[in-house]
Protein backbone atom coordinates (compact mmCIF):
# COMPACT_ATOMS: atom_id res chain seq x y z
CA UNK A 1 0.00 0.00 0.00
CA UNK A 2 0.99 3.44 -1.04
CA UNK A 3 1.11 5.90 1.00
CA UNK A 4 0.65 10.11 0.81
CA UNK A 5 1.04 12.99 2.99
CA UNK A 6 -1.96 14.69 3.98
CA UNK A 7 -1.55 18.07 3.66
CA UNK A 8 0.13 19.74 7.06
CA UNK A 9 -0.98 17.39 9.27
CA UNK A 10 2.39 15.34 9.65
CA UNK A 11 0.44 12.02 8.56
CA UNK A 12 1.35 9.84 5.72
CA UNK A 13 -2.38 8.27 4.42
CA UNK A 14 -2.96 4.90 2.58
CA UNK A 15 -3.60 6.30 -1.41
CA UNK A 16 -6.49 3.87 -1.44
CA UNK A 17 -8.06 4.99 1.98
CA UNK A 18 -12.37 4.19 2.45
CA UNK A 19 -15.28 6.23 3.14
CA UNK A 20 -18.16 4.89 5.31
CA UNK A 21 -21.13 6.65 4.40
CA UNK A 22 -22.40 3.25 2.84
CA UNK A 23 -22.00 1.40 5.97
CA UNK A 24 -23.95 4.26 8.14
CA UNK A 25 -27.43 4.66 5.76
CA UNK A 26 -28.59 6.44 2.88
CA UNK A 27 -27.83 3.50 0.60
CA UNK A 28 -30.82 1.25 0.87
CA UNK A 29 -31.38 -1.37 3.53
CA UNK A 30 -29.04 -1.50 6.31
CA UNK A 31 -25.82 -3.05 5.54
CA UNK A 32 -25.70 -5.84 8.23
CA UNK A 33 -22.50 -4.93 10.84
CA UNK A 34 -20.76 -8.15 10.02
CA UNK A 35 -20.34 -7.33 6.51
CA UNK A 36 -19.75 -3.91 7.75
CA UNK A 37 -16.91 -4.73 10.12
CA UNK A 38 -15.56 -7.44 7.19
CA UNK A 39 -14.94 -4.74 4.96
CA UNK A 40 -13.71 -2.64 7.49
CA UNK A 41 -10.81 -5.34 8.63
CA UNK A 42 -10.02 -6.28 5.46
CA UNK A 43 -9.08 -2.96 4.39
CA UNK A 44 -7.09 -3.17 7.94
CA UNK A 45 -5.68 -6.49 6.98
CA UNK A 46 -4.23 -4.82 3.66
CA UNK A 47 -2.60 -1.39 5.41
CA UNK A 48 -5.14 1.01 4.63
CA UNK A 49 -4.86 3.71 7.76
CA UNK A 50 -7.11 6.45 6.87
CA UNK A 51 -11.33 6.52 6.86
CA UNK A 52 -13.40 9.22 6.66
CA UNK A 53 -16.65 8.99 8.32
CA UNK A 54 -19.55 11.66 9.69
CA UNK A 55 -21.36 11.90 13.14
CA UNK A 56 -24.86 11.98 11.10
CA UNK A 57 -23.82 8.66 8.85
CA UNK A 58 -26.55 6.21 10.31
CA UNK A 59 -26.51 8.65 13.18
CA UNK A 60 -23.02 8.20 14.74
CA UNK A 61 -23.35 4.07 13.56
CA UNK A 62 -20.59 4.52 11.22
CA UNK A 63 -18.39 6.04 13.63
CA UNK A 64 -19.52 3.01 16.16
CA UNK A 65 -18.72 0.28 13.83
CA UNK A 66 -14.87 2.36 13.11
CA UNK A 67 -13.92 2.20 16.90
CA UNK A 68 -15.40 -1.70 17.15
CA UNK A 69 -12.69 -2.23 13.94
CA UNK A 70 -10.10 -0.71 15.46
CA UNK A 71 -10.62 -1.84 19.07
CA UNK A 72 -7.27 -3.22 20.16
CA UNK A 73 -5.02 -1.32 17.37
CA UNK A 74 -2.98 2.17 19.02
CA UNK A 75 -4.70 4.84 18.03
CA UNK A 76 -1.41 6.02 15.97
CA UNK A 77 -1.98 3.31 13.72
CA UNK A 78 -5.25 4.52 11.73
CA UNK A 79 -6.44 8.09 11.30
CA UNK A 80 -9.39 9.20 11.17
CA UNK A 81 -11.79 11.79 9.69
CA UNK A 82 -14.90 12.74 10.77
CA UNK A 83 -17.41 15.54 9.75
CA UNK A 84 -19.76 17.66 12.18
CA UNK A 85 -22.58 20.50 11.50
CA UNK A 86 -25.59 18.52 9.39
CA UNK A 87 -27.18 17.26 12.60
CA UNK A 88 -28.19 21.28 13.23
CA UNK A 89 -29.70 23.48 10.86
CA UNK A 90 -26.24 24.27 8.45
CA UNK A 91 -27.66 27.51 7.87
CA UNK A 92 -27.67 28.84 11.13
CA UNK A 93 -24.19 30.37 12.51
CA UNK A 94 -25.19 29.30 15.73
CA UNK A 95 -24.65 25.50 14.49
CA UNK A 96 -20.86 27.02 13.88
CA UNK A 97 -20.12 28.32 17.36
CA UNK A 98 -17.87 26.80 19.76
CA UNK A 99 -20.09 24.89 22.21
CA UNK A 100 -22.19 23.73 19.37
CA UNK A 101 -19.37 22.43 17.49
CA UNK A 102 -17.49 21.35 20.98
CA UNK A 103 -20.64 19.33 22.01
CA UNK A 104 -20.89 17.92 18.53
CA UNK A 105 -17.00 16.96 18.67
CA UNK A 106 -17.07 14.99 22.35
CA UNK A 107 -20.14 13.06 20.85
CA UNK A 108 -17.88 11.98 18.14
CA UNK A 109 -15.04 11.16 20.14
CA UNK A 110 -17.03 8.94 22.77
CA UNK A 111 -18.52 7.39 19.58
CA UNK A 112 -15.24 6.55 18.25
CA UNK A 113 -13.26 5.75 22.03
CA UNK A 114 -10.84 8.27 20.89
CA UNK A 115 -9.49 11.41 22.50
CA UNK A 116 -8.51 13.56 19.40
CA UNK A 117 -9.75 13.54 16.24
CA UNK A 118 -7.28 13.65 13.28
CA UNK A 119 -9.14 15.52 10.75
CA UNK A 120 -12.26 16.85 11.61
CA UNK A 121 -14.08 18.64 8.77
CA UNK A 122 -17.21 21.31 8.35
CA UNK A 123 -19.82 19.33 6.58
CA UNK A 124 -20.51 20.74 3.47
CA UNK A 125 -21.65 24.09 4.80
CA UNK A 126 -23.46 26.84 2.78
CA UNK A 127 -20.65 28.92 1.08
CA UNK A 128 -21.89 32.24 3.59
CA UNK A 129 -20.48 30.25 6.33
CA UNK A 130 -17.39 29.89 4.71
CA UNK A 131 -17.02 33.34 3.72
CA UNK A 132 -17.60 34.73 7.19
CA UNK A 133 -14.97 32.19 8.21
CA UNK A 134 -15.99 32.39 12.29
CA UNK A 135 -16.25 28.26 12.20
CA UNK A 136 -12.20 28.40 11.12
CA UNK A 137 -11.60 29.85 14.50
CA UNK A 138 -13.45 27.81 16.08
CA UNK A 139 -11.87 24.56 14.71
CA UNK A 140 -8.21 26.15 15.94
CA UNK A 141 -9.28 26.29 19.61
CA UNK A 142 -10.22 22.45 19.14
CA UNK A 143 -6.81 21.81 17.51
CA UNK A 144 -5.59 23.95 20.26
CA UNK A 145 -6.86 22.46 23.13
CA UNK A 146 -6.13 19.05 21.76
CA UNK A 147 -9.55 17.70 21.00
CA UNK A 148 -8.14 17.36 16.71
CA UNK A 149 -5.54 17.23 15.12
CA UNK A 150 -6.54 19.06 12.28
CA UNK A 151 -9.37 21.20 10.90
CA UNK A 152 -10.63 20.25 7.13
CA UNK A 153 -13.96 20.72 5.23
CA UNK A 154 -15.84 18.99 2.95
CA UNK A 155 -17.21 20.97 0.11
CA UNK A 156 -19.39 21.33 -2.99
CA UNK A 157 -17.79 23.66 -5.40
CA UNK A 158 -14.66 25.37 -6.56
CA UNK A 159 -15.58 28.66 -5.25
CA UNK A 160 -16.14 27.15 -1.72
CA UNK A 161 -12.83 25.17 -1.47
CA UNK A 162 -10.86 28.46 -2.26
CA UNK A 163 -12.17 30.02 0.51
CA UNK A 164 -11.01 27.64 2.78
CA UNK A 165 -7.52 28.08 2.07
CA UNK A 166 -4.78 29.32 4.65
CA UNK A 167 -4.37 32.57 5.20
CA UNK A 168 -1.06 33.85 5.50
CA UNK A 169 -0.04 34.78 9.20
CA UNK A 170 -3.41 33.07 10.36
CA UNK A 171 -3.81 30.19 12.59
CA UNK A 172 -6.93 29.44 10.64
CA UNK A 173 -7.95 27.31 7.05
CA UNK A 174 -7.57 23.51 6.92
CA UNK A 175 -5.34 21.06 6.33
CA UNK A 176 -7.03 19.18 3.82
CA UNK A 177 -10.08 19.59 1.87
CA UNK A 178 -12.80 17.00 0.55
CA UNK A 179 -13.74 17.16 -2.60
CA UNK A 180 -16.09 15.56 -5.16
CA UNK A 181 -13.60 14.63 -7.84
CA UNK A 182 -14.50 11.98 -10.64
CA UNK A 183 -13.94 11.87 -14.14
CA UNK A 184 -17.50 13.55 -14.24
CA UNK A 185 -16.26 16.26 -12.30
CA UNK A 186 -13.02 17.65 -13.44
CA UNK A 187 -13.54 21.18 -12.86
CA UNK A 188 -11.35 21.43 -9.93
CA UNK A 189 -8.12 20.27 -11.53
CA UNK A 190 -8.24 24.16 -12.88
CA UNK A 191 -7.91 26.70 -10.04
CA UNK A 192 -8.69 24.56 -6.84
CA UNK A 193 -6.28 21.78 -6.73
CA UNK A 194 -2.82 23.44 -7.78
CA UNK A 195 -3.76 26.34 -4.96
CA UNK A 196 -4.53 23.45 -2.35
CA UNK A 197 -0.94 22.03 -3.61
CA UNK A 198 0.55 25.33 -3.22
CA UNK A 199 -0.95 25.66 0.31
CA UNK A 200 0.37 22.51 0.79
CA UNK A 201 -3.72 21.36 1.29
CA UNK A 202 -4.67 17.42 0.91
CA UNK A 203 -6.99 16.40 -1.13
CA UNK A 204 -9.76 13.85 0.33
CA UNK A 205 -11.29 12.78 -3.50
CA UNK A 206 -14.84 11.84 -2.59
CA UNK A 207 -17.68 10.18 -4.35
CA UNK A 208 -14.99 8.62 -7.22
CA UNK A 209 -17.00 6.23 -8.83
CA UNK A 210 -19.65 9.41 -8.78
CA UNK A 211 -22.61 6.98 -6.90
CA UNK A 212 -21.91 3.89 -9.26
CA UNK A 213 -21.92 5.69 -12.67
CA UNK A 214 -18.53 5.11 -13.36
CA UNK A 215 -19.13 1.08 -12.79
CA UNK A 216 -20.15 1.06 -16.08
CA UNK A 217 -23.21 -1.09 -14.73
CA UNK A 218 -26.22 0.82 -15.07
CA UNK A 219 -28.27 1.49 -17.98
CA UNK A 220 -29.97 4.15 -16.96
CA UNK A 221 -33.62 2.20 -16.17
CA UNK A 222 -32.70 1.15 -12.56
CA UNK A 223 -34.50 1.60 -9.44
CA UNK A 224 -33.73 2.20 -6.11
CA UNK A 225 -35.02 2.21 -2.51
CA UNK A 226 -36.72 5.13 -1.18
CA UNK A 227 -34.06 5.20 1.73
CA UNK A 228 -31.21 5.44 -0.80
CA UNK A 229 -30.14 8.74 -2.09
CA UNK A 230 -29.59 7.46 -5.46
CA UNK A 231 -33.77 7.53 -5.29
CA UNK A 232 -34.45 10.80 -2.81
CA UNK A 233 -31.85 12.79 -4.08
CA UNK A 234 -31.41 12.40 -7.50
CA UNK A 235 -32.65 15.44 -8.54
CA UNK A 236 -31.35 17.73 -5.10
CA UNK A 237 -34.41 17.05 -3.13
CA UNK A 238 -32.67 16.55 0.28
CA UNK A 239 -29.12 17.77 -0.09
CA UNK A 240 -26.97 19.07 -3.15
CA UNK A 241 -27.47 16.99 -5.97
CA UNK A 242 -23.91 17.47 -7.16
CA UNK A 243 -23.60 14.38 -4.37
CA UNK A 244 -25.88 12.25 -5.82
CA UNK A 245 -24.55 11.05 -9.32
CA UNK A 246 -22.07 13.73 -9.59
CA UNK A 247 -25.25 16.15 -10.43
CA UNK A 248 -26.34 14.80 -13.53
CA UNK A 249 -29.13 13.37 -14.68
CA UNK A 250 -29.16 9.51 -14.06
CA UNK A 251 -30.34 7.96 -17.72
CA UNK A 252 -27.50 10.94 -19.48
CA UNK A 253 -25.07 9.91 -16.79
CA UNK A 254 -24.97 5.79 -17.74
CA UNK A 255 -25.01 6.69 -21.39
CA UNK A 256 -22.03 9.07 -20.79
CA UNK A 257 -20.52 6.17 -18.64
CA UNK A 258 -20.55 4.29 -21.47
CA UNK A 259 -18.82 6.73 -24.37
CA UNK A 260 -15.96 6.05 -22.06
CA UNK A 261 -15.66 2.12 -21.52
CA UNK A 262 -12.35 2.15 -22.94
CA UNK A 263 -10.81 3.15 -19.80
CA UNK A 264 -11.48 -0.22 -18.50
CA UNK A 265 -9.18 -1.70 -21.26
CA UNK A 266 -6.03 -3.57 -19.36
CA UNK A 267 -7.59 -2.18 -16.36
CA UNK A 268 -9.44 -4.56 -15.20
CA UNK A 269 -12.82 -2.77 -14.94
CA UNK A 270 -14.57 0.85 -15.24
CA UNK A 271 -14.23 1.44 -11.35
CA UNK A 272 -10.40 0.51 -11.19
CA UNK A 273 -9.73 2.73 -13.95
CA UNK A 274 -12.24 5.65 -12.56
CA UNK A 275 -9.71 5.54 -9.26
CA UNK A 276 -6.91 4.73 -10.97
CA UNK A 277 -7.33 8.29 -12.98
CA UNK A 278 -8.01 10.14 -9.31
CA UNK A 279 -4.71 8.37 -8.31
CA UNK A 280 -3.03 10.02 -11.47
CA UNK A 281 -3.96 13.55 -10.40
CA UNK A 282 -0.74 15.19 -8.46
CA UNK A 283 -2.17 16.62 -6.15
CA UNK A 284 -4.94 14.27 -5.10
CA UNK A 285 -3.61 12.78 -1.42
CA UNK A 286 -6.27 9.83 -1.85
CA UNK A 287 -9.41 8.45 -3.39
CA UNK A 288 -12.31 7.47 -0.55
CA UNK A 289 -14.26 5.36 -2.10
CA UNK A 290 -17.14 3.64 -0.37
CA UNK A 291 -18.16 -0.16 0.68
CA UNK A 292 -20.62 -2.59 1.62
CA UNK A 293 -18.49 -5.73 2.39
CA UNK A 294 -14.71 -7.36 2.17
CA UNK A 295 -15.16 -8.25 -1.35
CA UNK A 296 -16.00 -4.56 -2.37
CA UNK A 297 -12.58 -3.45 -0.48
CA UNK A 298 -10.41 -6.01 -1.75
CA UNK A 299 -11.81 -4.97 -5.27
CA UNK A 300 -10.97 -1.25 -4.75
CA UNK A 301 -7.65 -2.28 -3.62
CA UNK A 302 -6.31 -4.48 -6.84
CA UNK A 303 -6.28 -0.40 -8.25
CA UNK A 304 -3.02 -0.05 -6.31
CA UNK A 305 -1.54 -2.44 -9.71
CA UNK A 306 -3.54 -0.76 -12.51
CA UNK A 307 -1.32 0.87 -15.08
CA UNK A 308 -1.87 4.78 -14.99
CA UNK A 309 -3.30 7.01 -17.91
CA UNK A 310 -0.49 8.19 -20.37
CA UNK A 311 -0.96 12.17 -20.90
CA UNK A 312 -3.00 11.98 -24.26
CA UNK A 313 -5.32 9.79 -22.41
CA UNK A 314 -5.45 12.31 -19.45
CA UNK A 315 -6.19 15.05 -21.97
CA UNK A 316 -8.80 13.21 -24.05
CA UNK A 317 -10.75 12.37 -20.85
CA UNK A 318 -10.80 16.13 -20.13
CA UNK A 319 -12.08 17.17 -23.09
CA UNK A 320 -14.72 14.75 -23.42
CA UNK A 321 -15.29 16.15 -19.78
CA UNK A 322 -15.59 20.13 -21.01
CA UNK A 323 -17.72 18.97 -24.05
CA UNK A 324 -19.74 16.10 -23.24
CA UNK A 325 -20.16 16.31 -19.79
CA UNK A 326 -19.86 19.73 -18.17
CA UNK A 327 -22.85 20.62 -19.87
CA UNK A 328 -24.82 18.52 -17.76
CA UNK A 329 -24.04 19.31 -14.77
CA UNK A 330 -26.64 20.87 -11.85
CA UNK A 331 -25.44 22.22 -8.77
CA UNK A 332 -22.56 24.40 -7.63
CA UNK A 333 -19.40 22.85 -9.37
Known amino acids: ?26 WGAAIPAADA ?24 RAERLLAEALQGRPHDEVAIASKFCRKGDITDPASYTYER ?38 LARLRREGKIR ?42 LLPA ?35 H ?12 TFAGLPFATGAALSRE ?6 GRGNMAHAAIRWLLDQPAVTCAIPGFRNAAQVQDDLAVADVPAFSPDDLQRLRAWHDERVAPHIRGPY
Not at 50 to 60: E, I
Not at 197 to 223: D, H, M, N
Not at 260 to 265: N, S, T
Request: with cysteine.
Open 232 to 243: YNRDGAAFNVGE
Open 196 to 230: CAAAGVGILARLPLASGLLTGKFTGQETFPEGDHR
Open 1 to 26: MRHRPLGTTGLDVSEISFGTWAIGGS
Open 150 to 191: AAGVSVESVEQGLLCLPAPGRDTGVAALQVILNLFRQKPLDA
Open 37 to 60: LGGLHAALDAGVNFFDTADVYGGG
Open 260 to 265: IAWIAR
Open 101 to 138: VEAWCGESLRRLGRERIDLYQVHCPPTEILRDGAVFEV
